[in-house]
């Protein structure tokens, strides 16, 4: 309606089609935020305890890993001078698959043999660190300062100290390996108590193969075979 003067005019439109729809006075009330979703004390429970028995899973792992798998030594002796020190920190695969077939040239621990002419002080330690240079069905002799291994002569990458030479001050009788043992000598040839005096070793007394040396006189040192 539209007026004019003292007349009043009534429009014959409606209101404008284009708004339709379109709300110009009202304000809508916003919506309620959602609330936070907070876990009840029994899923909040549920899921400590699925922590708590993850972190004891990885502990025992941690445990077994150490024990079945790789385990920490401490070289008794300079027996294997000048490769390892005394007191030198070595790990050591015990896992037979990890550590595969032992080679001519490996470094492995063992256990004292029962038979073991050697000095007192050596008898005190219960496991030795020693090379393995013959394995089963080789044949190994000395002539001498020289080893020779099934008619060759060994060829050693300066494993052994060259002051006392391949050799030391003990020969090495004419020895054939057996299955299942193994002929090991020490890396200082000069001052050592292995295969040439208690004989060849088995493989059930091999605890494992040392593949690092991770410290050396109190300080970490890394390096690996």
């Not at 001052?191 to 040439?196: G, L, N, P, V, Y």
Request: aromatic residues 8%.
């Amino acid at each position: 309606m539209v007026a004019i003067g003292t007349r009043t005019i009534h429009s014959r439109r409606g209101s404008d089609y284009r708004l339709r729809g379109v709300d110009l006075g009202s304000e809508e009330t916003p919506a309620p935020l959602a609330k936070k979703y907070r876990p009840n004390r029994r899923r909040r429970r549920r899921l400590a305890l699925k922590w708590v028995a993850g972190l004891a899973v990885a502990a025992l792992a941690a445990v077994l890993l150490r024990v079945e798998v790789v385990q920490p030594f401490s070289v008794p002796s300079a027996a294997m001078a000048p490769t390892l020190q005394p007191g030198d920190r070595i790990l050591v695969v015990k896992s037979r698959p990890l550590a595969g077939p032992f080679r001519s040239g490996d470094i492995v621990v063992f256990q004292r043999p029962k038979f073991f002419p050697c000095s007192v002080s050596q008898k005190q330690t219960r496991d030795l660190v020693q090379r393995v240079i013959a394995v089963p069905g080789d044949t190994i002799w000395s002539i001498g300062n020289k080893i020779y291994l099934n008619g060759k002569r060994l060829e050693e990458k300066g494993w052994y100290d060259p002051l006392y030479g391949q050799v030391g001050s003990r020969s090495i009788v004419r020895t054939k390996v057996a299955a299942g043992e193994y002929f090991v000598l020490s890396d200082n040839r000069s001052d050592s108590c292995d295969s040439r005096a208690f004989g060849t070793i088995s493989r059930s007394s091999i605890l494992g193969k040392v593949f690092a040396v991770v410290g050396r006189n109190g300080h970490p040192y890394i390096h690996f075979f």
